[in-house]
């Protein structure tokens, strides 16, 4: 059975409200957030923690359905890995919240320096905001770096908090899209 992912915007018309009430939901939980963004940092930590020990505990119990010993062997060490990281994360949320800002830290300085290199060195069309792009997320990396460990009681809060009203304002975009359709639908004669 196929199914066809496409969609008309008149079908989401009758649910634009939904659409802004999610947004709306999300720009605030973006706000809280921040304003708690020691708070979230701990919770997101703790989540990602027992993420990982799920995920450990399931490569472990797959490891004893590998066919070949060397799988065995490297399922059973992975999944063990992850759940030990896992149980790290979960009972020292503020040594993991450190060690996470250390490594947002060496990946801006690493990706920006990255980008800017690359765009430099291969000249993509319209470079010059790849060149920008890169010296942006170098400077993060650099004020992270130079924050931290301080920075690691609040900045993964504050990423999260962000990433949540960037998507809430994306949905409510969407919905007055899907609005203004039908006010202009409702305009023609």
Known sequence: MRRDWTF???DLVPHWGRLLAVGIVMIVLGVVAIVFARQSTIASVMVYGWLIMLAGAVEFAASFWAMRASRVI???LSGVLGIVVGILLVVHPNA?????TLLLAVLFLAGGLFRFSAALTF???D??????????TVVLGFLIWMQWPAASTWLIGTFVGI???????????????IRNVTRHAE???
């Open 163 to 177: 990433d949540f009203i960037v998507r809430g304002w994306t949905w409510a975009m969407a919905a007055a899209a």
């Open 74 to 76: 490297l399922h059973l």
């Open 123 to 125: 000249g993509f069309p």
């Open 127 to 136: 470079w010059g905001w790849d060149v920008a792009a890169g010296i942006v």
């Open 96 to 100: 993991g919240a450190q060690a996470l």
């Open 8 to 10: 008309d915007e008149a």
């Open 187 to 189: 305009a023609r004669p």
